[in-house]
Nanobody
């Protein structure tokens, strides 16, 4: 079993900042990739940012230059610093981890945290 603790969501005005955090715990042999996805009402879930075990990062085009993903591998924790938030960033943000298991790579998802950008 793998559990996630996500935190940092909330309500912020346009132009403001939030920092999301996600910690994975449980039966973890190795984490291959961790990242953040988001889903707005009526839309599909989409990638926001991810970071690999080697430290490589990937960002959605519309968050480049505004969001920064970081990790603390020793604590199985990632953070997403979100600056210059826009109303279109409003969504439920989900933490995802791809774990290395005996069955091969497996996806695990957190429960999500709401981010609302509104004046």
């Amino acid at each position: 079993q793998v559990q996630f603790v996500e935190s940092g969501g909330g309500l912020v005005q346009p132009g403001g900042s939030l920092r999301l955090s996600c910690t994975a715990s449980g039966s973890i042999f190795a984490i291959l990739v961790m990242g953040w996805y988001r889903q707005a009402p009526g839309k599909q879930r989409e990638l926001v940012a991810l970071i690999t075990s080697g430290g490589s990062t990937n960002y959605a085009e519309d968050v480049k230059g505004r969001f920064t993903i970081s990790r603390d591998s020793a604590k199985n924790t990632i953070a997403l610093q979100m600056n210059g938030l826009k109303p279109e960033d409003t969504a439920v943000y989900y933490c995802k981890a791809i774990l290395d298991t005996r069955r091969g790579p497996e996806d695990y998802w957190g429960q999500g945290t709401q981010v609302t950008v509104s004046s």
